[in-house]
Nanobody, 116 residues
Framework: QVQLVESGGGLVEPGGSVRLSCAAS????????MGWYRQAPGEQREFVAR???????DYSDSVKGRFTISRDNARNTVYLQMNSLKPEDTAVYYC??????????WGQGTQVTVSS
């Protein structure tokens, strides 16, 4: 049974930082591209960042330079370090694991709220 369990969300002030974690089980972690998406209230889910086993990364333009994705293959965990947070970063953040169209999994999401 595949599980992706996110943690680390919460309330943070504008300009602050938070680190999200996603622990994966039930998959061969190294075979998967790991990523983060987010969904704000009333909005569609959008891509945030992804990281491949070889550690190459992609970011959306809206978070480039502020967010950093990383992975610890020994711990089957992917992280999202979020700095210089803005109110528009408020969303539910979802962890994903992808190894092809029939091997795609999602976590349950963790809420990040940026507000003073």
């Amino acid at each position: 049974q595949v599980q992706l369990v996110e943690s680390g969300g919460g309330l943070v002030e504008p300009g602050g930082s938070v680190r999200l974690s996603c622990a994966a089980s039930g998959i061969i972690f190294g075979a998967y591209v790991m990523g983060w998406y987010r969904q704000a209230p009333g909005e569609q889910r959008e891509f945030v960042a992804r990281i491949r086993f070889g550690l190459s990364t992609d970011y959306s333009d809206s978070v480039k330079g502020r967010f950093t994705i990383s992975r610890d293959n020994a711990r089957n965990t992917v992280y999202l370090q979020m700095n210089s947070l803005k109110p528009e970063d408020t969303a539910v953040y979802y962890c994903t694991a992808w190894a092809g169209p029939r091997a795609e999994y999602w976590g349950q999401g963790t809420q990040v709220t940026v507000s003073s």
